[in-house]
């Protein structure tokens, strides 16, 4: 079955410092891999998704097969980050396009 | 833009009361699914939709729920006997494609069940 694992439930930073939202997950072919996220009071949306391999908002992840890794980082976190970030997977082979997410990290950045 | 609009956003109800969320998705749209996300948990799948009918569905979606599209422009996620831990946040979600990896979200409905 497809599972993403995100450790933190809580992630809390000062202005400035780096950010990384840690995403595991478990399947060893090809998965296709996304950040969602959420800001206070709107809905959930797409950041970023690692086929584009583009960089939003200053965020970049990177998918790390051998560690079934797919982090989200930013080296230079701003307040107005400050959100939940849910890591999601699909794609898997024999499982479902359907996104299968994690339960979230909430990024609190401080002033 | 165009968004997903869910109501109610908000609905309280007493243990074994049916329930009925709505949304309405995207116009161009043809894939919906409904999403729920009880208080300090993951997102869970429930249910997949498309030509009118259940493409997937997980193992949370018993026989207590169903889905129906209508009409051309409402998608309806209906709880037919609430139980306590049906409280939580529910999801719509749009997708133009089955495999596009982006589906578009409402803002959710949170479901209160006393």
């Known amino acids: 079955a497809q599972r993403v694992t995100q450790p933190e439930k809580l992630l809390s930073v000062f202005k400035g410092a780096p950010v990384e939202l840690k995403c595991n997950y478990s399947?060893?072919?090809?998965?296709?891999l996304f950040w969602y996220v959420q800001y206070s009071r709107q809905r959930l949306q797409l950041l970023l998704r690692h086929i584009s391999r583009e960089s939003i908002k200053g965020f970049t992840a990177d998918l790390n097969k051998g560690e079934t890794s797919f982090h989200l980082k930013k080296p230079f976190a701003q307040e107005e980050d400050s959100a939940m970030y849910y890591c999601a997977l699909s794609g898997v082979p024999g499982g479902s396009y359907i996104p299968t997410f994690g339960r979230g990290t909430s990024l609190i950045v401080h002033p | 833009e165009p968004e997903v609009t869910q109501t109610p956003s908000h609905q309280v109800t007493q243990m074994g009361q049916e329930v009925i969320l709505r949304c309405v998705p995207i116009s161009n749209h043809l894939y919906f699914y409904w999403y729920r996300q009880i208080l300090g948990q993951k997102v869970e799948f429930l249910v997949s939709?498309?030509?009118?009918?259940?493409?997937?569905k997980s193992e949370i979606f018993d026989d207590q729920f169903s889905v129906e599209r209508p009409d051309g422009s409402n998608f309806t996620l209906k709880i037919r006997s609430t139980k306590l831990e049906d409280s939580a946040m529910y999801f719509c979600?749009?997708?133009?494609?089955?495999?596009?990896?982006?589906?578009?979200f409402g803002e959710g409905s949170r479901l209160t069940v006393l």
């Open positions: 939709f498309y030509n009118n009918e259940i493409s997937e």
């Open positions: 399947y060893s072919g090809s998965p296709e």
């Open positions: 979600a749009s997708s133009s494609g089955p495999n596009t990896g982006e589906l578009f």
